[in-house]
Every structure is written in structure tokens, then in C-alpha cells.
């Protein structure tokens, strides 16, 4: 998210473009029969209206040079499946949570860790995270699942929370009050555009759901692991 190169689409399209093929030209060559590819949701887009998720079958609105890359890859996977029989998955998460997150992630909980009050008490938006026990759970379900092959999944923990909502939950996890002052959300966007922090409001206040149904009734897939469940483990290692 801090892209400091001339240009960031060709840094990417070196590894998720080009490195991936790369391995999956070897993998078809060796006699492998199955690529799983972890693409992304960014390959939807950056956000959905409030109730209406991405699907598996939505046309691919990639905005930025990382999803631009990871899109790229997916329809040369796609390509060498029909070249050589050999048979793609293809998986796009939203943000992946478990022991050891980093990123926004990782931010919130320091923030959360501190007690710090924090102005999020009133936000009303959806979106759809993975536990990382639950993505891997679906990548052994289409390790072999016959009707896998040559697909598109999206993966979520089936329910979508709030900020508001996912903030106490961390905070109920790691045993700790959630301080969170209710502000408007409109009085949030308003400061962040005036600051220069408009990607930053988006996330934390806008909208992005996941309709995980195509890999429940293809693959009669669950996720294992509630929200609640997943944000528990994320600290139990360091609590270990």
C-alpha cells in the first residue's frame, strides 16, 4: 500500500504475473495435475454497496496495480489449463486474519492493545474477512474435490462485521474494553478527505462483502471456524 517505485504494475506483474506462470508452466510439465492459485477479492474491486456482495461470478473490476496483476495471472492460468489439461483453482480472499497478522490488521490491535479511545463507535458498514484456518480449510477441500477444478471461489468467514463490530470483537479476544467514542461516519469521511486520508476512511468505513455460497454448494464447504473463533486465535500463541 506504500508503492515507492516508478511503476508499480510491472513490479508486480513480475511475481504475480510472470512468477506465477512461471511455476505453473513447470507444475504442467512435471505432470502436476492440480494449480491452486491465491489470487485476491481485489480482483472484484475495492468495495460493494452495503448488502450486495462480490460473487464468483461478477465481472473482474480490478482498480489498483495489485489486483491489475493478480487478474492478469488468473487468465493465464486459465489459458494454460485449456493448453495442457492441467487443472486450475483459483481462490480470492478479502484480508486474511490469524496469528502474526500484519498490516491494517496489525494496527488495529496495537491501537486496540493500547486502550487507546478511538472515534469508530458508530460505523454501520459490512465486510468480510478470512480467518486463515478457515482459507486453508477450503485450499485442502480443492486440493481434490472433483468439482473444483477449473474454478473461481471467493472466501470469507460467512458473516460480515461492522469496524465498530470488529474492533469490540478484538477487543472481547484479547480481553481487553473496547473504548470507541460513537462519531458520525460521515464526520469521519469528511476529516479524512480534508487530512488526505480518503484510501484510509474507505477501509475503515466503507463497505466490501464476499458471497461465499458458489464453494458451500459446489463443494459443500464450511467455513470451521466462527469469527469469533478465528479472532480468539489470534492470540493464543501469544499468550502461549
Known sequence: MKDEVADPLAEYRKVNVEGTLNLARQAAKAGIKRFIFIS???VNGEQTPLG???TAEDAPAPED???ISKWEAEQGLMQLAAETGMKVVIIRPPLVYGPGVKGNFASM????EKGLPLPL???????TLVALDNLVDLIVTCIDHPAAANQVFLVGDGEGLSTTELLRGVASAMGKPARLIPVPA???QFGATVLGKKAVAQRLLGS????ISKARELLGWTPPLTVEEGLKRCFETKKD
Not at 121 to 127: D, E, M, P, S, V
Not at 208 to 211: E, I, K, P, T, W
Open 65 to 67: 496495480a495489485y489486483g
Open 40 to 42: 485476491s477479492i481485489k
Open 109 to 112: 490491535i496495537k491501537l486496540v
Open 52 to 54: 450486495k456482495p462480490f
Open 186 to 188: 460521515g464526520l469521519l
Open 121 to 127: 463507535g458508530a460505523i454501520h458498514n459490512k465486510r
Open 208 to 211: 466490501l462483502q464476499v458471497d
